[in-house]
């Protein structure tokens, strides 16, 4: 398991345990232990105490009266609080290997990518079905949410020490990593919360998770083609948060595409 994700589902896996309430994670004479909540006096497991310290020192828990507790940041980052958007589901294919390091582009097989397919596959005017700004920006997105760790979690042992500086994590230690994954999670949450809540749904299963869009419609039961038209919009939205330049034709093909449904018809999002 890579630095990053080795830490980044330690993290996870405490907040979310502490979320869930079955466990408190107190302070003692011997340093941090995870108690069950319901036997506060038993010995409890022992947590290593740097761990905690860069937890508490990032502002994913806060300590109370010799309890340390999530944040609200805490919470949104094990994926327990309220995001802008939903964040679920499983990945259609084999995703990017996490053990990559800040600014560079996790690796993907495009020949799997829905994304990349409708780069390359050409409309009846011979234009690409997305513009390149719609692609990057997909991109983008699909890199951070490999480096926020946003895939499904990794089961972390919580009793160990963290993960220590290696070869593998390019010389920087598991607190570097965990910065470098907060911070590509918060600007997923902020790239999907431009985009709309109604619209992130869809943005993830297909830029994150890789889902065709056959799949996306049938999820969601959805009329066909539908969803590229949903797409469009999201990607247009997503394209403008990057602040990325749009083809002369234009990131969203959907002003050109002619309903098959009646006059006042739109796609159903629900669930998105």
């Known amino acids: 398991m890579s630095v990053l994700r080795e830490t980044t589902a330690k993290a996870r896996e405490l907040l979310g345990a502490l979320a869930e309430g079955d466990v408190r994670l107190v302070a003692g004479d011997t340093g941090w232990?995870?108690?069950?909540?319901?036997?506060?006096?038993?010995?409890?497991?022992?947590?290593?105490?740097?761990?905690?310290?860069?937890?508490?020192?990032?502002g994913l828990l806060h300590d109370i009266d010799g309890a340390a507790l999530p944040t609200k940041r805490g919470l949104r980052f094990a994926g327990v609080g309220k995001l802008p958007t939903p964040i679920a589901g499983k990945p259609k294919t084999a995703r990017a290997p996490a053990n990559i390091?800040?600014?560079?582009?996790?690796?993907?097989?495009?020949?799997?990518?829905?994304?990349?397919?409708?780069?390359?596959?050409?409309?009846?005017?011979?234009?690409?079905?997305?513009?390149?700004?719609?692609?990057?920006?997909?991109?983008?997105?699909?890199?951070?949410?490999?480096?926020?760790?946003?895939?499904?979690?990794?089961?972390?042992?919580?009793?160990?020490?963290?993960?220590?500086?290696?070869?593998?994590?390019?010389?920087?230690?598991?607190?570097?990593?965990?910065?470098?994954?907060?911070?590509?999670?918060?600007?997923?949450?902020?790239?999907l919360d431009d985009v709309g809540g109604d619209l992130a749904g869809l943005t993830v299963d297909v830029c994150c998770h890789l889902k065709s869009l056959g799949d996306v419609e049938r999820e969601r039961g959805w009329p066909k083609r539908s969803a590229k038209v949903v797409l469009d919009l999201a990607l247009g939205r997503l394209a403008r948060h990057y602040g990325l330049s749009d083809d002369a034709r234009g990131p969203h093909r959907a002003r050109r595409l002619h309903h098959w449904g009646s006059e006042d018809y739109r796609p159903r999002v629900d669930g998105a």
């Open 101 to 191: 390091a800040q600014g560079e582009t996790p690796a993907v097989n495009h020949s799997e990518s829905p994304i990349a397919w409708l780069r390359r596959r050409k409309g009846r005017d011979g234009e690409p079905l997305i513009s390149a700004a719609a692609f990057q920006a997909a991109e983008r997105l699909r890199a951070d949410y490999t480096r926020a760790g946003l895939m499904p979690r990794v089961t972390a042992d919580l009793s160990g020490s963290a993960p220590r500086r290696g070869r593998k994590a390019g010389g920087r230690g598991p607190a570097d990593m965990l910065d470098a994954a907060l911070a590509a999670h918060d600007r997923v949450r902020r790239a």
């Open 33 to 58: 232990r995870l108690v069950p909540s319901r036997a506060p006096d038993a010995t409890g497991r022992v947590v290593d105490a740097g761990f905690v310290a860069m937890l508490l020192e990032r």
